[in-house]
């Protein structure tokens, strides 16, 4: 099975980390070819070692409010967050390129480096400490999320999502098929094979 090929106008790509300004760009061109066109099918060609897990989500809850179907493709690497984009994608196609290296994991969370400072008051300490746990229990509320939401796209149990996103979870393109995160790989196309010229009768 071979995946569509989408006009050029009705493509778009996420290359690279994914943040608050590359998801900005990518929704606002969701909603223009759609208003364009409420019936033809666009494309998301994703090449990415994640990134940001909010504005990931973002990308999923407009594709899943647009009235035209979005195809999404990986190809190169689709990591973290980027595989959460290719498993919302219109079922029957989602597309990872063969040689594609796909990662699942659950929410980093970040560094902190809390040193005592000469002449810090025990106030001071308590709203560091109390930033720490709010920053731990948010983390806590993405995990969550995470889990439900690649449950729905990719029908793995919660259960082992969570054993298998507690670390670096390193798939090939069939695997991911086979996971859920993706429908198809596509096969290579066959070209037809050129006849040689008879080399030329010397006299």
Partial sequence: MQPIHLPKQRRMKIVGTIDDDKASCLIDRLLALEEQDPEQPVQILINSTGGMLSPACAIVDVMASLSCPVYTTALGRC???ATLILAAGEPGHRVVHPSTRLMIHKVRKGTFSISP??????PEMQDVALEVKRLADEVEVFDEL???MMAKLTRQTKAK???DLEHDTYMSAAEAVAYGLADMVPAPRS???KK???????G
């Avoid at 400072?117 to 025990?122: E, S």
Wanted: aromatic share 0%; charged share 35%.
């Fill in 191 to 193: 070209k037809p094979s």
């Fill in 161 to 163: 999502l969570k054993k």
């Fill in 117 to 122: 400072i000469n002449g810090a008051k025990a």
């Fill in 79 to 81: 990591e973290s967050a």
């Fill in 146 to 148: 995470l889990v439900d």
């Fill in 196 to 202: 040689r010229k008879a080399p030329a009768a010397r």
